[in-house]
Each structure stands twice: as structure tokens, then as C-alpha cells.
């Protein structure tokens, strides 16, 4: 059998996975959000920081997603998520459904009401791996150098929401973030933009109540 013809089998098997978790998801009124960017962009803080602010006001589940350890479930469960579950990829570079649907067993879905699922750090593949989400993030950063949108234009193309992090950061580094806002518009015009800093709190704000917005379907 052909490469491609045996790919996009494994594809529409794992796509048939996500549509049985999106829909499992939806009777429960849980909404799932796919937090996708490379290594060091600050998914987990963005996590955390956005646990932080939304205490009190939704019940936040994270299915966490690395390569090795779970460092990064520690913190997250630090920050007070209702439930979390780590998964590791022993290797493999993205998130699939089946490993949602193994994940989502592990957790009480009756405390949770949004869903984070932190992807596996990289650019290229988790944007081809639908998991059931109802929304995609991609997360970059302004030490990540100001042409991610051009290089990587499938994970702009299929994100709801682009946030640019490290705003904090913007007077040290030669980042033209009006070029990366540019480029990623031009890929996909529908994109909502947050310029936040995880570390000062700047534009935290209007990201949670974009998330508590949701189903996002105009977004
Ligand atoms: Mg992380």
C-alpha cells in the first residue's frame, strides 16, 4: 500500500477518535482548548497564570502533554486545576486522540468545565492531530524570532487564537511584533491576537475573557 494512502488512514482513524471526544465533551458542556506552540513559549505559564485568574469562575481540567516527566503537571496542579493527567509521549513529537481519550479516563470529567490540553512543544506536527478540542492556541514568544507565522503558516492557519508572550521582553530583543501580527493575518484573517507577558500580567486580562466567551465558533 501506498506511504500516503496508509497515512491518511492513520489520519482518519485518529480523527474519528477526536470527533468521538468532542462529542463526549460537548454532552458534558466541557469546552477543550488545544495550547500548541514550540519548546519554551510558555504554555505551562500561560496555564497557570490563566488558573490563576479564572479561580472561582470555571473549573479548569489540564491534560498535559511532554515528551518525559511531569514537572510540568506538578505545576500545573500547583496552581490549583481541579484535575490534571500527565501524559509522555516517550518521544513522539505531538498529542493524538487516542491518548486524549486514555487521559480524559483517568480524570473526574464531573468537576472539570474547561478543558486545557498542553501539546507536546513543536510547530509542525500537533497541527495536523485533531484531539476533540473545540479550539486551537498557538502560543509565540518574542524570543522566538519574528517569522514563526511564515515558516510554520499550518499551525496560524488552523488556531482560533494566537498569543504572543513575553511582551515584557519586547525593548531587549529585535522582534517586529507588527511583522508576526502581519504574517499571521495574512495566513489566517479570523485569528484573535492576545500581545500578553505571563510574567507581568499585561493583556492577561482580555485572553480570559476570550476563553470564557467560548464555544468560540464566530471567533
Ligand atoms: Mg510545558
New binding site residues.
Given amino acids: 500500500m501506498p506511504k500516503v494512502t496508509i497515512a491518511q488512514q492513520i489520519l482518519a482513524a485518529n480523527d474519528a477518535i477526536a470527533a468521538e471526544i468532542r462529542q463526549a465533551l460537548a454532552e458534558r458542556g466541557i469546552r477543550a482548548v488545544n495550547v500548541m506552540s514550540a519548546p519554551g513559549a510558555g ?2 505559564t500561560l496555564l497557570e497564570r490563566t488558573i490563576e485568574r479564572l479561580r472561582g469562575q470555571v473549573s479548569i481540567g489540564v491534560v ?1 502533554g ?1 515528551i518525559e516527566t511531569s514537572a ?1 503537571a506538578e505545576r500545573i496542579e500547583a496552581a490549583g486545576a481541579q484535575e490534571t493527567v500527565q501524559i509522555n509521549t516517550r518521544g513522539a513529537c505531538h498529542l493524538e486522540a487516542h491518548m486524549i481519550r486514555d487521559a480524559l479516563a483517568q480524570i473526574d470529567l464531573s468537576r472539570v468545565n474547561l478543558l486545557f490540553i ?1 501539546n507536546i ?1 513543536n510547530l509542525v506536527c500537533p497541527a495536523t492531530w485533531e484531539l476533540g478540542e473545540d479550539a486551537r492556541v498557538v502560543i509565540t514568544s518574542t524570543t522566538e524570532g519574528d517569522e514563526k507565522p511564515a515558516k510554520y503558516p499550518q499551525m496560524f492557519a488552523v488556531a482560533q487564537a494566537l498569543v504572543i508572550n513575553k511582551l515584557d521582553l519586547l525593548p531587549y530583543v529585535d522582534y517586529d511584533i507588527e511583522k508576526v501580527k502581519r504574517q499571521a493575518l495574512a495566513i489566517n484573517p479570523r485569528l484573535r491576537i492576545f500581545e500578553v507577558s505571563c510574567r507581568t500580567g499585561d493583556g492577561l486580562d482580555a485572553w480570559c475573557d476570550w476563553l470564557m466567551s467560548g464555544p468560540w465558533k464566530d471567533a
Avoid: C, L, R, Y
Fill in positions: 504554555k505551562t498535559e511532554d510540568d498542553e512543544g
